[in-house]
């Protein structure tokens, strides 16, 4: 039987599509017109004189480095990640020991605990072990924060893994690092991928802690240099934007790659 078509759903996408298009057609278009045109037309306008002098200002005005830094902190945040927690939630899924379920949940407090209420003496130790205005003072206390999601939601995809299969490489002779290495990283790819894809975001888009924890322009992240836009005379709108738009390049393409995993892994079907 041949199924009617939807006009309804069909005119809700038209809505959602130029709800979300609009914002997207006002930020890329702006990026190509000069501060005269832009002020001139306004911000729906085509532009008049196509220029891409707005990117290349941009990255001639320091922006380069301070995506260079953002770059380092969140492959390092990442990197943390990755080493830290997959062991970590291995020994949460294959141990029976009450000690274990105890600093679990004990290390999942950091989920109720907002990085705003630890700032300031977060500050204070940052400072006394001699890392403030140091991207290494960033790139800590974000991993840190980010770990205790990160742990949940991968020990969640390594208990989708069956005990049979746990069991038959212990029959085999496997020890646990071989059993880890050889059963469960290989079924943790979209747990893996998720926790990638949450701690990029966590660190690329870091604002309170390169906020308080730094201060030079050498050590600025894209989130700090966006304030050069804004002076006391006004807003570089049509920069601003283009600058935006550079900043979410990486991350929307660490996105487009593990979409899929992602959804898997938010989902608890990754061992499946």
């Avoid at 959602?16 to 017109?33: E, I, N, S």
């Avoid at 290349?56 to 080493?83: K, M, P, S």
């Avoid at 840190?144 to 069991?167: H, K, N, Q």
């Avoid at 836009?229 to 487009?256: C, K, N, R, W």
């Amino acid at each position: 039987m041949k199924s009617r078509p939807n006009y309804l759903a069909g005119f809700g996408s038209l809505i959602w599509l130029f709800v979300v298009g609009l914002p997207l057609y006002v930020m890329l278009v702006a990026t190509f017109q000069s501060r005269t045109d832009y002020a001139a037309n306004g911000p729906l306008a085509l532009p008049e004189h196509f220029t891409l002098d707005n990117y290349v200002n941009d990255l001639g005005d320091g922006f380069a480095q301070y995506f260079l830094n953002t770059l380092i902190v969140t492959v390092c945040v990442v990197g943390i990640v990755l080493v830290l927690v997959p062991p970590l939630a291995y020994a949460i899924v294959r141990s029976d020991g009450k000690a274990t379920g105890r600093i679990f949940r004990l290390f999942l407090l950091g989920l109720a605990i907002p990085s705003q209420a630890v700032i300031v003496p977060m500050f204070y130790l940052i400072n006394e072990a001699g890392l403030y205005d140091n991207l290494l003072g960033v790139i800590l206390p974000t991993a840190a924060f980010a770990m205790p999601v990160c742990a949940l939601i991968l020990s969640g995809v390594m208990r989708d893994i069956t005990p049979e299969l746990y069991e038959a490489m212990t029959v085999d002779g496997a020890t646990p690092w071989r059993i880890f290495v050889q059963l469960v990283l290989p079924l943790s790819t979209s747990g893996l991928s998720t926790i990638v894809v949450f701690s990029s975001l966590q660190a690329w888009n870091g604002f309170l802690f390169p906020l308080v924890l730094t201060q030079s322009s050498e050590n600025k992240v894209i989130t700090m240099g966006l304030y050069d836009f804004q002076t006391e005379h006004g807003v570089d709108i049509p920069g601003l934007l283009a600058a935006v738009v550079l900043s979410m390049l990486p991350i929307l393409l660490v996105y487009l790659f593990a979409r899929r995993a992602l959804v898997q892994g938010l989902m608890g079907v990754g061992g499946k």
